[in-house]
């Protein structure tokens, strides 16, 4: 990875190493440590977008409410300040598996809500004064070869067949998708309006500050031990190295790190997805690569990529790829490989040629969380005075905000279309113990970086993959 190229001296050798983001912004000022006991209405573990999104909602519906959130590093440091910048509609589950599960209209009502929430993102960023660089130009989703073409175009007939029309997702033949982006080789492509690019540090630091206008009491460097839950007559408390917090209900809101507490070890798996980003590009790249309204890209390969134009001009651009970690640790030293950096470079500048000679400037990545059943959820267990969110497998940066909104109506116990939703209090199975669980992971891993090699040696749909959807229940 290059030096840091942007950003307060401060906060480059603090936290500029995480990601790009975090190396354009000034380095933040600390907040304190719990100091000691304490007693709250709401206790939230977790200073990311989850946690935050939360805390604000809770904050608007009921001012009387005492809110502590308790974070080990600083507000954004997670996954909310290293992902891809998508503030998409996507939704872990499938349209198919939702509607088989839970029935039709169902399906449709959370594919709506995740809709509306990226239209709510931007406009609480707004009325926050939060400048993230919301940009809401869609995502351009690629098909390079006759293959992901034919996956493409049943994916708009699946859509149809589930009510969704043009607007929600369309077909761009290979000229109106090339009108959009100068991207090599394409077929087609298909796009969707429901996503916006953004600069995901400066919305969780600017969401931390809102919270705190308005009486919520963030602690930072606080690291939680455990959370201990409540029942019979007995209130839930997290457990940190700076004193107790007693509260009516405990959130937690730390979704790749939840593995990291007692008892959890099997909630969640942390995989993770690394990220490059290049120098920022000349008006004749752009003019060439277009994206001009910075629509998000990706293409139908089976290992995922993902990219946007920065406002500042570059690309940054992310992929799944590096292994998953016996036990599932997390820790820094994983959150680069260089193998996967140095192919993410590769593969940008396939897409892209013309960023042959350019210089790529950071390389970064970090845990996202991922279920059992690739399902997403939200709940709260008021027996126990427990609630949850998380499980978003990388598309998490809409869903943390309908996470909030949802909890904030739980926990009030608001009778709303959000608690109706259908991965409200969804309970997924836990993963095996290891080492099957490291055996299962990476070699499904492997599988899809196999997909996609054999369809391009041979030019029809990886079985393998076919297996592995049905594996995954989607």
Request: glycine share 12%; with cysteine.
């Amino acid at each position: 990875m290059a030096p840091p190229v942007a950003g307060s001296e401060e906060g480059a050798a603090q936290y500029g190493h995480l990601s790009l983001w975090w190396d354009a912004i000034p380095g933040p000022s600390p907040r304190p440590a719990l100091p000691g006991n304490l007693a709250v209405d709401v206790c939230i573990v977790g200073a990311g977008f989850t946690g935050l999104w939360t805390a604000l909602a809770l904050s608007g519906a009921d001012p009387s409410l005492r809110i502590a959130v308790v974070e080990k590093e600083v507000a954004g440091y997670g996954a909310s300040g290293r992902n891809g910048g998508w503030c998409s509609a996507l939704f872990a589950t499938s349209d198919a598996a939702l509607a088989r599960h839970y029935g039709i209209d169902a399906m449709r009502a959370m594919r709506r809500a995740m809709q509306a929430t990226v239209d709510a993102v931007g406009a609480t960023a707004g009325a926050e004064g939060i400048d993230c660089h919301f940009a809401k130009g869609g995502t351009v989703d690629a098909a390079r070869t006759g293959v992901q073409r034919t996956r493409a175009l049943a994916e708009i007939a699946e859509a149809r067949s589930f009510g969704f029309g043009e607007d929600d997702l369309r077909w761009l033949d290979r000229a109106e998708a090339e009108s959009m982006i100068g991207m090599e080789g394409m077929l087609g492509a298909t796009f969707t309006p429901h996503c916006a690019a953004i600069q995901p540090v400066l919305l969780a630091r600017g969401l931390a500050d809102a919270v705190e206008r308005r009486g919520v009491r963030v602690y930072e460097h606080t690291e939680v031990i455990d959370i201990v839950p409540g029942g019979s007559g007995r209130s839930p408390v997290v457990r940190t190295t700076a004193g107790a917090v007693t509260a009516d209900i405990v959130v937690r809101a730390l979704e790749a790190w939840t593995p990291t507490l007692p008892g959890t070890a099997r909630t969640l798996v942390p995989v993770y997805s690394l990220m490059v980003a290049t120098e920022p590009l000349g008006d004749e790249f752009w003019e060439a690569a277009g994206l001009r309204d910075r629509a998000t890209f990706t293409d139908y390969r089976h290992m995922i990529i993902y990219g946007q134009r920065t406002a500042d001009g570059r690309i940054a651009f992310g992929g799944r790829g590096a292994p998953y970690h016996f036990g599932s640790a997390v820790r820094p030293s994983y959150d680069g490989t260089p193998s996967v950096h140095r192919l993410l470079r590769q593969t940008l500048v396939e897409l892209f040629p013309a960023l042959r000679s350019s210089r790529f400037t950071h390389a970064w990545g970090g845990p996202l969380g991922i279920p059992r059943d690739w399902h997403s959820s939200v709940g709260l267990d008021r027996s126990r005075g427990i609630g949850w969110a998380g499980g978003y497998v990388g598309d998490g940066v809409a869903t943390t905000n309908l996470a909030g909104r949802t909890l904030a109506d739980l926990i009030t116990g608001a009778d709303t279309e959000l608690t109706a939703l259908p991965w409200v209090n969804h309970r997924s199975p836990d993963w095996e113990p290891e080492p099957l669980r490291w055996l299962g992971v990476n070699a499904g891993l492997l599988a899809m970086k196999l997909a996609d090699r054999t369809e391009g040696r041979k030019g029809r749909p990886s079985r393998v993959a076919t297996q592995m959807e049905r594996l995954l229940g989607q």
